[in-house]
């Protein structure tokens, strides 16, 4: 099987991989060595400037501060317990040269474990000073969990009445998980859901503090939601559109300029923390790192142009519901985070593929409130919004807390979007495929594989009970669709053959492959492997040969492609396993572009790994594989008539050299494969083939 074919519509990953115990990378040493305002080179891009009309006054008066705290609640998680992310930090922080007029304190907790200070104390929650080079211990602020929005607006206060200064900067540590993930993970309270933006927001105006800046050393919080939801209680956000890497920021520089001069405009601390960032990641290789500046004097701009887009994008839809496809298609092909598991899309990127009125206007707003972003991540222009799309079984709580911070005017749009998709007609189920994809989802729900698409979220009732829900059916023209999709062999491939009414209404294609197993089936995953003919059809591009490691064979499950700056697609996926006899796992697979292979076989490679889990918040980078860890595959075991029956381990291999673990496609054994295809149509509705056997 190979791993190429026409570039055109991509469709949208519909995994629900969420990794709450995600480890962070390996090389936890400080970033920056200097100790004076960093001599690395710029590697962010500045923004716009639409001028000040109509904007609130700064609530810090910057300029003239002479003294400034600097306060981090900090997390700790699996990040700290297992690879001492934090500690490192810390260490980071106290080689800043930080003057006489700057305070950095620290709230720890979360973690089952500390290194940084034999006072670090995992069974309570604890508060420090950092001076001189040290780390005091000043205030044990009780056992309990981080993830409470009474305990952020005390240490905000109590940090405040303590040191107190002219401006004041706060920085969130632990993983994250955007606007429906929210921020932190606890791993001394593992129950404790995450603070969402609402609590982060009240918990913030509760303290009483106005904050110079805002940051989130974690994943996924750059979003305009997260920006709008900051804008009462700060003047700038820093924050990254995708998962960070394990190492986090940079601490060393920033916090020296600042020491060097408390009066230091925020920009050019947000160009250093983004520039120190990206250096480092430069120098380690890793790619795609984001970290965003953002003037959240400007949100409004952003959310009234943005709203404006939505509004007249709706009535153009409900004048021409052709047009609905064109939404949908933006959306399913924008710039996605975190593998497309968090829905939330680059905001310009996905303005911009709609070609609709407003969105130049939406996007010179995004221009502007972006001071600074860096320039490393293709498609990521700073700000990435929440759309729901994939995870649209999250949509009613994420809506409540869009609506407690008054961010009512998308939410409109996003009602009569997911009303258009809830609305459409579906299609007859077909025996063992329907069985199959409604028995994995309802009687498996923890696996990390699903052998149906996310679109099953939108079949006929599922939003009935929801208030916001209304049924479009009778107002809406769907496109008519055939109960069943014919394979035809051309000599070579089994091809689909397609007319104008099925790409108008194309988001997606995929394959689910199955292998006999006694009176049942292995369920081995699903893949994308496709091409579009010079004809215009669909040729499926299935062999019998499945993905191996080692000679062993493992289930897998495919990401939407991804389309690079040059035009190419990058393909990539996940595999469950269990690591070394105990954990399970989701391996994460990517393949060289075409380039990159050159004329070189097509093998994929595994880049680490993420725990799995149910929870949105995502950890800091990968977990990396070492010598001797053994990898057992996973596979979902289904009976005759489609029912799951459980999950079942294949022959473990060991790792001999962790940075070259090798994914090919090879033949999957004697017994029968069995495989179908499945359209998924920008109306979240699916069309399947007939199931067919390879032999």
């Known amino acids: 099987m190979t791993r190429s074919r026409t570039w055109g519509m991509r469709g949208v990953a519909a995994l629900a991989l969420a990794g709450i115990l995600s480890l962070s990378c390996l090389g936890l040493a400080g970033c920056s060595d200097d100790e004076t305002a960093p001599a690395v080179a710029p590697a962010g891009i500045p923004g716009a400037d639409l001028g000040t009309a109509g904007l609130r006054d700064y609530y810090v008066d910057v300029a ?17 317990s297992g690879y001492g992310a934090a500690s490192a930090d810390i260490e980071e922080m106290l080689e ?33 000073d950092l001076e001189d080079g040290e780390a005091s211990l000043v205030q044990d602020a009780g056992e309990g969990t981080m993830l409470d929005e009474g305990e952020v607006a005390d240490f905000c206060s109590w940090a405040a009445e303590k040191y107190p200064a002219d401006r004041y900067l706060l920085v969130f540590w632990d993983h994250g998980g955007g606007t429906i993930g929210g921020f932190g993970y606890d791993e001394n309270c593992p129950d404790a859901p ?58 060393t520089g920033f916090l020296t300029q600042l020491g060097s001069d408390p009066s230091t405009a925020t920009t050019d601390l947000g160009k250093t923390i983004i520039d120190d960032f990206s250096a480092h990641y430069a120098e380690t290789g890793e790619e795609g790192t984001t970290l965003s500046l953002v003037d959240l004097r400007e ?53 911009g593929r709609t070609g609709f009125e407003g969105a130049g206007d939406v996007s010179e707003a995004v221009a502007s409130c972006v001071k600074y972003r860096s320039n490393t991540s293709s498609g990521s222009n700073g700000l990435a919004m929440y759309f ?23 939410v409109a749009f996003y009602d009569y979007f997911l009303s258009v998709m809830g609305s459409s007609p579906t299609t007859p189920g ?28 939108y079949a006929n009732g599922s939003f009935s009970s929801e208030g916001w829900f209304e049924d479009l059916a009778s107002e809406f023209s769907y496109q008519e669709l055939p109960d069943e999709l014919e394979l035809a062999w051309d000599g070579s491939n089994w091809v689909v053959e397609m007319d104008d009414n099925l790409w108008d209404a194309f988001s997606d294609f995929q394959i689910t492959v199955m292998q006999n197993y006694g009176d049942g089936y292995l369920m081995l995953g699903t893949d994308d492997a496709y091409q579009v003919t010079d004809g215009g059809d669909i040729a499926v591009d299935f062999d019998g040969e499945w993905l191996s490691i080692d000679g062993s064979l493992f289930s897998f499950y495919c990401d939407a492609p991804e389309e690079t700056e040059g035009g190419e697609v990058r393909y990539s996926g996940t595999i469950p396993a269990i690591l070394n006899g105990g954990e399970r796992v989701d391996l994460v697979v990517s393949w060289p572009t075409a380039s990159e292979r050159g004329d070189g076989e097509t093998i994929g490679y595994v880049q680490g790994f993420r725990m799995s889990g149910q929870s949105y918040v995502l950890g800091r980078g990968l977990g990396q594989l070492s010598v001797g860890d053994t990898l057992t595959p996973l596979f979902d075991h289904f009976d005759s008539e489609g029912n799951w029956v459980g999950t079942l381990q294949g022959d473990s291999i060991r790792v001999s050299d962790p940075s070259d673990v090798e994914v090919r496609y090879e033949d999957a054994g004697d ?9 998924t149509t920008a109306y979240g509705s699916q069309v399947d083939t007939e199931v067919l056997t390879t032999r």
């Open 388 to 410: 729901p799309y994939s995870e649209v079984s999250q949509y009613s709580d994420v809506r409540q807390v869009l609506e407690d911070i008054d961010y009512t005017e998308p």
């Open 299 to 351: 949100t409004g701009r952003v959310y009234e142009r943005l709203s404006t887009f939505l509004d007249e994008a709706a009535d153009s839809i409900r004048a021409d519901n052709g047009l609905f496809t064109t939404i949908s298609g933006a959306r399913s092909r924008a710039r996605s985070y975190a593998e497309g598991s968090v829905d939330q899309v680059d905001l310009v990127d996905m303005v």
């Open 671 to 679: 017994a029968d494969v069995l495989f179908w295809g499945t359209l």
């Open 96 to 128: 800043a040269d930080l003057g006489d007029n700057v305070n950095v304190v620290l709230e720890t907790g979360g973690a089952s474990e500390w290194s940084f200070s034999p006072e670090a104390d995992p069974s309570t929650r604890q508060r420090w």
């Open 64 to 80: 003239s501060a002479r003294s400034a705290t600097v306060m981090v609640y900090m997390c700790g998680s699996d990040l700290e």
């Open 194 to 251: 995450a603070l969402t933006l609402s609590q982060l927001r009240r918990a913030i105006e509760a303290s009483g503090v106005t904050f110079d800046m805002v940051g989130f050393d974690a994943c996924l919080m750059a979003t305009v939601e997260c920006a709008w939801a900051m804008e009462p209680v700060a003047d700038y956000l820093v924050a990254s559109e995708e998962v960070e890497p394990g190492d986090g920021w940079s601490w």
């Open 430 to 457: 077909q025996g063992l495929v329907s069985s199959l994809a409604s028995a994995q989802v309802a009687q498996n729900p923890d696996t990390a594989a699903s052998a149906s698409s996310s679109s099953d979220s």
